[in-house]
């Protein structure tokens, strides 16, 4: 029986069944691990967004090009990066009160011009504890200011994928994005949200239908060339686009960039969805909040709300947001 209130007139309350909603208070207090972010580029406001959300532990990716102030860029100019997320990691841990384990690597969207210099001092960082993963890599179908050939991306790509093999580590590989990024801004406004002058794009090495897939199955190309098992391997910023290949073809983790939505298009619904055709096993969450996007740090919590919404039963929610990236990362034990 609906229940009766005191109202001048009946409201929707009146007409709502009886029977309680059984409210999903676990997900509130849920703890969740950011797969990939560069949170050491971020203001100290936005790491203490992170604690305030229940953010549990993070990998901290340095790799990105976007941080070199020089393009092309050498081999020092990433190892700054590097060292920059070593100095500054214990820091951020202790001012936040999350665990941060890091991802090293050597990025392709910008030709770096001694990359077999960067691969020969990467042995020595991949030996540091605090070093979780290798990445974020892979190939690009375009650059930034200056083209690179495919050889030598795929090269640098398979090299870093045999140091991950030695020792033991995930590589986090970027999947470009197939998405047109929308309408056709102002000349010299750039792309409203992104702090890169895009302008600066060079035309694509990578030509075919879909190159942005076709850069994916290059990738695993060199992992198997390396050695390096599938397992270890978690395709970060997955799509519709690439979706059906990296958890239909292959056994690799699938990890999806929920923080910044109108540039890739990737929502919870794109999640919800590959949960259910292939299963909560090897699907994360990622934000890859960065200081150069117009990036979400709360977007990891909003997605864990709206699986539910979706229809994801909550053990599997905690499986994708909590358990599988623990799993992969050694982070939060």
Not at 21 to 39: C, E, V
Not at 226 to 241: I, R
Request: a negative charge.
């Amino acid at each position: 029986m609906a229940p009766s209130y005191p109202t001048q007139r009946p409201t929707d309350a009146t007409h709502l069944p009886a029977d309680e909603f059984d409210l999903p208070t676990a997900l509130l207090n849920l703890p969740w691990i950011d797969s990939h972010t560069h949170a050491q580029t971020l203001s100290w406001a936005d790491r203490e967004r992170y604690s305030l959300a229940g953010c549990r532990a993070m990998v901290m990716v340095a790799s990105g090009y976007h941080w070199t102030p020089y393009k092309p860029v050498t081999a020092a100019d990433v190892r700054f990066l590097w060292d920059d997320a070593i100095n500054r990691r214990r820091a951020i841990e202790r001012d936040h009160f999350f665990e941060a384990g890091l991802a090293l690597g050597a990025h392709t969207g910008v030709r770096i011009e001694n990359p077999a210099d960067l691969v020969g001092s990467m042995a020595d960082y991949c030996g540091l504890d605090e070093v979780v993963a290798v990445g974020e890599t892979g190939v690009t179908p375009t650059q930034h200011v200056e083209s690179w050939e495919l050889d030598a991306q795929f090269e640098l790509v398979r090299a870093q994928m045999e140091l991950a093999d030695e020792h033991d580590l995930p590589v986090i590989l970027h999947t470009p994005n197939a998405r047109d990024t929308g309408p056709d801004y102002r000349p010299g406004v750039g792309l409203p949200g992104f702090e890169l002058n895009t302008e600066l794009a060079q035309e694509p090495v990578l030509t075919g239908e879909n190159p942005a897939l076709e850069a994916v199955e290059i990738d695993f190309d060199a992992a198997r060339e390396a050695g390096l098992a599938e397992e270890q391997v978690v395709a970060s910023h997955a799509d519709p686009n690439n979706v059906d290949y990296l958890l239909g073809e292959t056994d690799c983790y699938a990890s999806f960039t929920v923080g910044y939505e109108w540039l890739t298009g990737v929502t919870a619904a794109d999640v919800a969805e590959a949960i259910e055709e292939y299963g909560p096993d090897r699907v994360l969450v990622e934000t890859d909040c960065a200081n150069v996007l117009d990036t979400d740090v709360f977007s990891v919590k909003r997605t864990i709300l709206e699986l539910y919404r979706l229809g994801i039963d909550v053990d599997h929610i905690r499986q994708v947001v909590f358990e599988n990236p623990r799993n992969v990362y050694g982070l939060a034990d």
